[in-house]
């Protein structure tokens, strides 16, 4: 797709990391212009070769629709300097530090990557006159929902300090909001995250070992690691172990685009072409203005044990397991009411368990 002279221009930071990587190659393939902010603290440099490689067609006739700035988003200056060099149209910021466990122990590190990371950027975005936001949030600010599938109106209850970083950006913003006038941010909860592009060039790459389940799982059967522990047999739901609602990442990235969409008004067909992927071509149903807040899930929830079973149904791998002890913070279940993301984007998950456990397997096996 070449690029149309008014072709809009977003901002993505934390860029070349797991979600921003697959938005990246999204925005580019519904005929955005997008400049990349990573400082590369979790992620390789090596990523945005490998976005140009899937992205090719789309960057062969305008190379410059793609830029990479290795920038940390705490710089304010730095990113002055980058707001200031060209007209930004919106931001998505992704970049952030995300493991619970890690978080206690570095807490004061995750509130100044998060919270004074979020704060520099809306500061740097405000003197250059960008109002369009879309932050990652996440499902942790339920805890322990009531009433399941939770909706975006559940209260907020978090139990560490990672989430509790999210919770303050998730107010900040608001306040941010409101406080400009005519600025619009979008919050969005994201539930849990798995599988990887179907290329199998850009997947989820933990340093050290994996606190999530499915690069744990994926480790194991590449044989990296002797088996999973399955953390809790005993909690109250159909087969004792915890459930989640697990998302494809393209279907995630695609609802940043959507939301993108939304929020500058483009109407459906505006970012459509007949060589993207008809599933691509959801557009948004109303212009988002001010504040939102939308849960980004399937609405299915599936056990550790469910994602295990179908991981080797998919694959034909073996997952060796140990029963192991609760882990800390846990909550029996959480999955998702994406209703309002419907309403608003005309969007919703559409890729199933057995194709996230395919990409997150084919990603594994590209790895040296
Ligand atoms: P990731 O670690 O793969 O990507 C984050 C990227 O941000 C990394 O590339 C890292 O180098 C970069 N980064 C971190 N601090 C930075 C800074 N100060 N300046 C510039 N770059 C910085 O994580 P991800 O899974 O892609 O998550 C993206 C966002 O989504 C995070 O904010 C995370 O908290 C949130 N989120 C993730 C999940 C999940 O399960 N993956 C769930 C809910 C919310
Ligand atoms: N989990 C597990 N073993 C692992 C990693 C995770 O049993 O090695 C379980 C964990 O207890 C939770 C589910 O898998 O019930 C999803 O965990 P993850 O950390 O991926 O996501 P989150 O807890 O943030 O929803």
């Not at 004074?116 to 740097?124: F, N």
Request: aromatic share 6%; proline share 6%; glycine share 8%.
């Amino acid at each position: 797709m070449t690029t149309s002279p008014n072709c809009k221009t977003v901002l993505v930071t934390g860029a070349t990391g797991f979600i921003g990587s697959h938005t990246v190659v999204e925005l580019l393939e519904a005929g955005y212009r997008v400049r990349m902010v990573d400082n590369l603290c979790n992620s390789e440099a090596s990523v945005l070769e490998r976005i140009e490689r899937i992205a090719h067609e789309h960057l062969t006739h305008d190379p410059k629709r793609l830029g990479f700035w290795p920038v940390d988003v705490r710089d304010s200056q730095a990113l002055e300097a980058l707001l200031a060099s060209e007209p930004i149209d919106g931001v998505i910021h992704f970049a952030g530090l995300k493991a619970v466990g890690e978080s206690f122990s570095q807490a004061p590190n995750y509130w100044d990557n998060n919270v004074g990371g979020t704060m520099a950027l809306t500061q740097a975005m405000a003197k250059a006159h960008v109002k369009r936001l879309v932050f990652s949030s996440s499902a942790t600010v339920y805890g322990q929902a009531a009433s399941l599938p939770v909706s975006e109106d559940a209260p907020t209850q978090v139990t560490n300090p990672y989430g509790r970083t999210k919770l303050v950006c998730e107010q900040f913003l608001t306040d941010w909001c409101h406080a400009s006038g005519d600025g619009q941010v979008a919050l969005l909860r994201y539930f849990n995250p798995v599988g990887a592009h179907p290329s199998a060039l850009i997947g989820e790459a933990p340093r050290g070992v994996p606190n999530n389940l499915m690069p744990f799982v994926t480790q194991v059967a590449a044989g990296i690691r002797p088996a999973l522990s399955i953390f809790g047999r005993d909690y109250p739901t159909r087969d004792g172990t915890c459930i989640r609602d697990y998302i494809h990442v393209s279907d995630l990235a695609r609802g940043h685009v959507a939301t993108m969409a939304a929020m500058l008004g483009l109407g459906p067909h505006a970012v459509t072409s007949p060589d993207i992927e008809p599933s691509t071509q959801n557009g948004p149903i109303q212009t988002l203005s001010g504040l939102t807040v939308m849960n980004f899930g399937t609405g299915q929830g599936v056990s550790v044990q469910e994602l295990v079973d179908t991981f080797e149904r998919v694959t034909g791998q073996r997952v060796p397991t140990l029963d192991a002890p609760r882990r800390q913070g846990d909550v029996a279940e959480l999955y998702a009411n994406p209703q309002r993301a419907h309403t608003l984007l005309n969007w919703r998950a559409t890729q199933t368990l057995e194709s996230m456990c395919r990409d997150a397997w084919a990603w594994q096996s590209s790895l040296p």
